[in-house]
């Protein structure tokens, strides 16, 4: 019995498609970043980038449970004193949709430099449009609330 280690020229990367609309945001972040991880793979190591590329499209149409639409405020701190900025849902989803779902999915993953290489295969779009269509990428689709 020999323990198997992943190299690089065993490592294919596939592209997935997912759309937002009417997902909950937590829901989507999981799968995304389960994606992006690899561990939806047999292949999977914790210390190897193994994950796919992930296009999420409709990403202004996700959806937050309760009462989190109004009461959700992202957080930011420049580092010097009195430099807390606050930023209402409302706000960011409306100036800035992607960023929802990147900051959604960036804080499901490390936070080392393996986590940025993953994080750099997520493509975020606010629309339904992409322009990575000549790669062909297979469809996920998640259950949203409405159904």
């Given at each position: ?15 997935w ?17 389960k ?8 292949i ?28 959700k405020?992202?957080?930011?701190h ?9 930023t ?27 986590g ?32």
């Open positions: 019995m020999k323990t198997y280690s992943v190299k690089q020229a065993d490592i294919t990367r596939s592209w498609l997912i759309d937002a609309d009417g997902v909950p945001l937590g829901k989507l972040a999981v799968e995304v970043a994606i992006l991880k690899g561990k939806n793979k047999p999977y190591s914790t210390h190897i980038d193994v994950g796919d590329n992930v296009i999420v499209v409709n990403a202004g149409k996700v959806m937050l449970t309760g009462n989190k639409l109004q009461k405020i992202y957080y930011h420049s580092g010097y004193p009195g430099g807390l900025k606050e209402p849902y409302e706000v960011l989803v409306r100036d800035k949709p992607g960023l929802v779902v990147e900051k959604a999915v960036r804080g499901m993953l490390p936070k080392n430099r393996l940025r290489s993953m994080l750099s295969k997520l493509h975020v779009y606010a629309g339904p449009d992409h322009p990575h269509k000549a790669q062909k990428p297979e469809t996920l689709t998640l259950v949203s609330r409405a159904e």
